[in-house]
């Protein structure tokens, strides 16, 4: 199977996938070398520190070689064509993961393919960021019943993340601008496992949550709009103000990297309640977990 959207995995096997992430961080040994002797592929259009270090040593740390690939050397579509690349690459590896620009690289690829391939972040998705920060939301409070407010743009990390938490029970409040919405189908995907609100007014979808989660107002590849973005967005930057708003244990999460000033100040991402490197380290129990799911 492949992880392109987070979508892929049912809920109850998003819910292994969390559990399995779990026992993995506390006990890493008892998972150590499981994969012997096997090769993932690593490929990257877009720069890269979390993804890139912690896949590479969550996969290590399983046996497995991995292989960095980077597209300068590659040339994906203008080289060689997807497909191509990918039924090349499955004759050596035994499951790709790639950082794309564009998603229909993704299922180009992976539809000529038979080994798994998982999306490490496209302009729709970044299904492995989310799993990642379930599992640092479960660590603090049962999953079903919380309340996550996503403030900020409707990105690759938002649609993922709507997603997930909605087939996790989490109910879903999102505050962005209009036309900066997540993708209309992560919204229907994810209203089919519960909740999910949509609004334009930070303040009423940051009030009383447990979780307040942004991201870039500019991802990469959008540099071009930074300026429109930086205006459209002009209210939504989440600072101590904002969180005030939510409950009293609420705690703070930001994918990173982050662009203070923008969509976050720096006190609130410093601040005692902001869990943003958990959730990084997290990214390489993550990923062990979804090798073993994938190649278990
Ligand atoms: N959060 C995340 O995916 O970070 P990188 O872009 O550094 O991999
Ligand atoms: N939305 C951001 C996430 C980076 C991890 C981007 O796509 O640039």
């Known amino acids: 199977m492949n992880l392109l959207s987070v979508g892929d995995l049912g809920p109850d096997q998003l819910a292994g996938?969390?559990?399995?992430?779990?026992?993995?961080?506390?006990?890493?040994?008892?998972?150590?070398?499981?994969?012997?002797?096997r090769s993932i592929g690593l490929f990257f259009m877009k720069q890269s520190v979390r993804t890139w270090v912690s896949c590479d040593v969550a996969a290590m740390e399983l046996g497995l070689h991995s292989v960095s690939i980077r597209n300068e050397e590659v040339g994906l579509g203008k080289r060689e064509p997807p497909e191509d690349v990918g039924r090349?690459?499955?004759?050596?590896?035994?499951?790709?993961?790639?950082?794309?620009?564009?998603h229909t690289d993704l299922t180009r690829l992976a539809g000529q393919v038979r080994i798994p391939v998982v999306n490490l972040l496209s302009d729709?998705?970044?299904?492995?960021?989310?799993?990642?920060?379930?599992?640092?939301?479960?660590?603090?409070r049962p999953l079903r019943g919380t309340v996550l407010t996503y403030v900020g743009d409707g990105n690759n990390v938002?649609?993922?993340?709507?997603?997930?938490?909605?087939?996790?029970?989490?109910?879903?409040?999102?505050?962005?601008?209009?036309?900066?919405?997540?993708?209309?189908?992560?919204?229907?995907?994810?209203?089919?496992?519960?909740?999910?609100?949509?609004?334009?007014?930070?303040?009423?979808?940051?009030?009383?949550?447990?979780?307040?989660y942004t991201d870039v107002w500019t991802s990469m590849g959008q540099e071009d709009e930074a300026l429109d973005r930086q205006r459209a967005f002009a209210g939504f930057q989440v600072d101590t103000e904002l969180f005030e708003l939510a409950s009293a244990d609420a705690f703070?999460?930001?994918?990173?990297?982050?662009?203070?000033?923008e969509e976050v100040t720096a006190d609130m991402l410093e601040h005692p309640r902001s869990v943003v490197f958990d959730q990084a380290e997290n990214r390489k129990h993550s990923f062990k977990a979804i090798l073993l799911h994938l190649l278990g």
């Open 158 to 212: 938002a649609n993922s993340l709507v997603l997930a938490a909605a087939m996790a029970g989490i109910e879903v409040r999102v505050a962005s601008p209009p036309g900066y919405e997540p993708m209309p189908e992560a919204l229907a995907m994810a209203a089919e496992h519960g909740p999910v609100s949509v609004t334009s007014d930070p303040r009423q979808a940051v009030a009383g949550a447990d979780v307040v």
């Open 88 to 102: 090349v690459l499955e004759r050596y590896l035994d499951l790709l993961a790639l950082r794309v620009f564009d």
């Open 17 to 37: 996938v969390i559990d399995l992430a779990a026992r993995v961080k506390a006990d890493p040994g008892s998972v150590a070398d499981t994969l012997k002797g």
């Open 124 to 140: 729709r998705e970044h299904p492995c960021q989310a799993i990642g920060d379930l599992q640092t939301i479960a660590e603090r």
């Open 252 to 261: 703070f999460m930001h994918c990173l990297p982050a662009h203070r000033g």
